[in-house]
């Protein structure tokens, strides 16, 4: 499989009240297609600000990020808008959607940016709110569904415009397990059939459970690191993850 993400050397720092905070300390990360990646780590170890840099939302301090072999540094104001746009899906544990919107044009205004004709929008919005279980809700407002439901559609619109990586910023953090469970399952379903690539940022190591590869990242910096395929015993691999963030 071919990279689709790399980091080298990546730092970024953050001015708070005339103090210089280190969010990210010098990551070296490789992600290859098809591949769903957990980044594991407490609040405030960098793991938003990691996945902003990833998703050219943000630049680093030094480093450079690459995507498909491309430095993001190397890109002006509009291509990396039109990268996030057409290659760069987002899931945030807030879910983003817009409040005057029905749950169809919530996922169908992504696409608006695309040149996509307008039948094909309509094909590919029903098509995926099918997938995730709304088919029978795209006329209702945001504030007449559930948590779990409002994250289903942040899934379904992160997935409009075909990204080839999917960024999933703690996105069962406001939901309860059974739901929160779903939403993992889907983020799955998305690397085995669609062959996309995931990278989600969670604090939740039952949530990681569900990657093919989970990364600790504790001050800054990938304290570990652990390949869940074909592992027989993930319980017990997860739970020396754990140690390594506690430390």
């Known amino acids: ?11 970024k720092t953050f001015g708070m009240n005339g103090i ?20 594991v780590g407490p609040s405030g170890s960098g793991k938003s600000s990691l996945l902003h840099l990833i998703g050219a939302m943000d630049h680093p301090t030094s480093g450079e990020v690459f995507f498909r072999e491309r430095p993001l540094s190397r890109m002006n104001d509009g291509a990396r808008t039109d990268l996030r746009a057409r290659e760069i899906g987002f899931i945030f544990q807030t879910f983003n959607l817009l409040p005057m919107l029905n749950v169809f044009e919530n996922v169908e205004v992504v696409m608006r940016f695309g040149g996509l004709a307008k039948r094909e929008r309509i094909q590919r919005t029903e098509s995926l709110l099918k997938t995730v279980g709304l088919a029978e809700r795209m006329r209702h407002l945001p504030n007449r569904l ?19 990586l999917v960024l999933a910023d703690e996105p069962t ?37 569900y ?22 015993d993930t319980h017990k691999t997860l739970n020396q993850l754990l140690e390594l963030e506690l430390e």
């Open 1 to 11: 499989m071919n990279m689709i993400v790399e980091t080298k050397n990546v730092t």
């Open 20 to 39: 210089a905070v280190e969010a990210v300390r010098g990551i070296d990360l490789q992600v290859r297609e098809g591949e769903f990646v957990a980044i």
């Open 146 to 164: 559930s948590g779990g439901e409002r994250q289903r559609v942040a899934v379904a619109r992160a997935l409009a415009n075909q990204p080839a």
């Open 173 to 209: 953090g406001n939901l309860d397990s059974t739901t929160g469970t779903g939403i993992l399952e889907l983020l799955r379903e998305i690397c085995n059939s669609r062959k996309q690539t995931v990278i989600m940022v969670t604090h939740d190591f039952r949530a990681a459970s």
């Open 211 to 232: 990657a093919d590869r989970v990364l600790v990242l504790r001050d800054g910096r990938i304290r570990g690191e652990a390949g869940l395929k074909g592992v027989t």
